[in-house]
């Protein structure tokens, strides 16, 4: 059965007016806020959750779900609430799951980073050209491509100003930065695909070259630490993610999950934050291309 | 797990699909449930959908794209199944599937009852974008009422469709729209796309026509791209001392001169000459625009003249436009702007998209204005002084 067109989230967060800062929320871990209820609510929050972990991504999305400690007990009560609504479908617990987790979409702890922190997000050519397209800027991949094909080796002047009506990401931006001060990818591989392991990006694109894009967040935008709220309120749910460990989270980031080959030979993530959008006029560097 | 372990496994396990199971299995990506591609939970269904589109066999890739196409026709018929989500990864996985397929144009009916019908503008966007990308051949009409209909967030997609079914007609619904700051970024978003489509001598030609309708940014961002990319625009060279009331109404009839412009500047300095005795001669201001459109006419070929005349005709109703050609005994202009002249499609497309906007009143009054402006300037004494930069 197909997800349901209409899921209608019935709750909403409520608003900061009247209330502590967000920062002081309680929070608590998702099976603490559902032991709090009877029994049989557990037992049906737990039966419907189960369903979700036929695959790989969905059962990570579970227990990641049980790990995150930076959600407020607000947005786990009304997770409850709409998995108890929902129907058994495991499609509609997961667009359920996603939709609640929209409500807090980028609200998380803010990162702790110096000021004029390089941040850097690695991306194809053809992702670049559809986030470009699916901004709404181009009417097709093609014309998308054509714009990255005749920028992408201009110097930053020319593309700032090419670009700047352009946002880098949609919805998210999931992106690197070197805790140290340095610039984000100057101590990772310059090949794509070692990079690809490390900063934990999709397995699919192997073998296609690379776009750094080296940029500096505007004031009005926050890096904050990433949560399962950002990686489970997106259409595709985010594999290579772990909720951010204790001494992560003591450092103020997150921190990017590698993919298997890198973990079993003893490697480790690199800082990671997640932020709304940037325009293209944030960049800081050239654009630089890896392969 | 590795990528590479999955992607010809995942290969052999789709070719060894039913047409049916293939079918289901495209529409799980698409819903965001996969119990195959497990591995590529995380990655967007359409992007791999696409990817394993290029791996599999002849058979597959026709079973694929078959399926496609019945659920573009699903979704063309407002099937309640398809939530907002599905839809735009269902539009998105069209381009890479069914580009360049010889059953592309069966999906097109269902795109476009989409494009004009959903209710959801985000749909109706991404539906506009995949036509474009499938190469949907319509008038310019099409493309000119969707961005009436659905304002300015749309002008990426009517610059490019236009771009590739009516390149000509490009210029003529520019002119008319800007200075538009949206409109303006689209234009030059696609100017590296239109170079590689049309080639850079008619790209430098559009933007000749249309760069005394840009704003001052967007005028200053276009020649900055034609200056790096050294593009020699035909016309706003000749124009950059001239004043901007007398630049806007001689860079209408430059652009009339199509390339000769450049190669011919004789003629044209005797076409500006020409237009300033009609400016000196003519005071009745309804009767300007008029005869200034019978001059370009007279000169250039029908389409580019039609198209070109635009800026004219769209602040002149068709009576006075009729009356001043009976005038000069052309009566058999006016044949041209009959909506069921036998003129080829594409010139009556052409046409049909003129006569829209000379039926526009709400543009008269501001053109009549500029007209009077245009007069004023040409009674100056130093108006006699102005001289092309040959």
Request: proline share 12%.
């Given at each position: 059965m197909a997800p349901s067109a209409n899921i209608y989230i019935r709750q909403s967060i409520p608003s900061d007016h009247g209330r502590p800062p967000r920062e002081e929320e309680q929070r608590l871990r998702f099976g603490e806020v559902l032991r709090q209820r009877p029994v049989t609510e557990q037992v049906l929050v737990k039966a419907k959750l189960a369903l979700l972990e036929r695959d790989a991504v969905g059962e990570q999305a579970v227990r990641n779900i049980h790990d995150e400690s930076l959600v407020e007990e607000t947005l786990w009560t009304i997770l409850i609430d709409e998995l108890l609504a929902c129907t058994s479908d495991r499609d509609i617990i997961s667009d359920t799951i996603r939709q609640v987790m929209r409500l807090d979409q980028l609200s998380g702890p803010k990162a702790t980073y110096r000021p004029a922190t390089l941040f850097g997000r690695a991306t194809t050519p053809e992702e670049l050209a559809r986030t470009f397209k699916t901004n709404g800027h181009f009417g097709s991949e093609a014309a998308a491509s054509a714009n990255i094909r005749h920028y992408r080796s201009r110097g930053l002047a020319t593309v700032r100003t090419a670009w700047r009506d352009y946002k880098l990401g949609t919805y998210v931006m999931w992106a690197t930065f070197d805790a140290a001060g340095g610039r984000p990818f100057e101590k990772l591989p310059r090949a794509a695909d070692a990079l690809r392991a490390i900063l934990g990006l999709p397995k699919i694109d192997r073998g296609r070259p690379l776009l750094l894009l080296e940029y500096v967040l505007p004031p009005f935008i926050a890096a904050r630490i990433p949560r399962v709220v950002e990686a489970y309120s997106g259409d595709n749910w985010v594999h290579y993610f772990h909720p951010t460990r204790e001494e992560d989270l003591d450092r103020g980031h997150g921190r990017t999950y590698v993919w298997d080959e890198v973990a079993e030979a003893g490697g480790t993530g690199v800082p990671e934050v997640v932020h709304a959008p940037v325009r293209a006029d944030a960049l800081a560097a050239d654009v630089d291309e890896i392969s | 797990m590795t990528g590479m372990d999955t992607v010809p496994s995942l290969k052999n396990t789709l070719e060894n699909l039913s047409t049916e199971q293939l079918e289901n299995w495209v529409r799980g990506r698409l819903r965001?449930?996969?119990?195959?591609a497990r591995d590529y939970q995380s990655e967007p269904s359409y992007l791999l959908i696409a990817r394993m589109y290029t791996h599999l066999s002849r058979n597959a890739r026709e079973d694929l794209r078959l399926a496609v196409l019945r659920m573009v026709d699903e979704v063309g018929q407002s099937n309640d199944e398809w939530d907002e989500p599905a839809i735009i990864s269902l539009l998105q996985v069209t381009d890479p599937i069914l580009r360049g397929s010889a059953e592309h144009h069966e999906a097109l009916g269902s795109l476009v009852g989409v494009t004009l019908r959903h209710r959801k503008q985000t749909v109706r966007f991404a539906a506009a974008q995949a036509l474009v990308a499938l190469g949907y051949m319509d008038t310019p009409r099409f493309w000119i009422d969707l961005h009436a209909r659905e304002g300015k967030t749309f002008a990426p997609v009517i610059i490019e469709a236009l771009a590739r079914t009516?390149?000509?007609s490009l210029p003529v619904w520019m002119i008319s729209v800007i200075p538009d700051d949206t409109v303006e970024s689209a234009f030059f978003g696609l100017l590296p796309f239109l170079i590689e489509l049309r080639g850079a001598e008619a790209v430098a030609h559009i933007i000749g026509q249309i760069d005394f309708k840009l704003s001052p940014n967007g005028r200053a961002r276009v020649r900055e791209f034609s200056d790096s990319e050294k593009l020699i625009t035909p016309t706003y060279e000749y124009f950059r001392a001239l004043p901007a009331t007398f630049d806007a109404m001689a860079q209408i009839l430059a652009a009339g001169d199509d390339l000769r412009t450049t190669r011919q500047p004789l003629a044209f300095g005797r076409a500006l000459r020409r237009l300033r005795r009609f400016l000196r001669r003519e005071t009745d201001l309804r009767s300007i625009p008029s005869l200034l459109a019978l001059e370009v006419w007279s000169r250039y070929t029908e389409t580019i003249a039609a198209m070109l005349l635009s800026p004219l005709l769209r602040n002149v109703g068709l009576a006075e436009l009729r009356s001043a050609l009976r005038e000069v005994g052309a009566e058999d202009v006016i044949e041209l702007f009959s909506p069921d002249a036998s003129l080829p499609l594409d010139d009556a497309a052409k046409t049909s998209v003129v006569m829209e906007l000379a039926l526009d009143p709400r543009k008269r009054e501001a053109t009549r204005n500029l007209l009077s402006q245009a007069e004023e300037l040409a009674r100056d004494p130093d108006f006699e002084s102005l001289q092309p930069a040959v």
């Open positions: - | 965001g449930h996969d119990p195959i009516s390149f000509q």
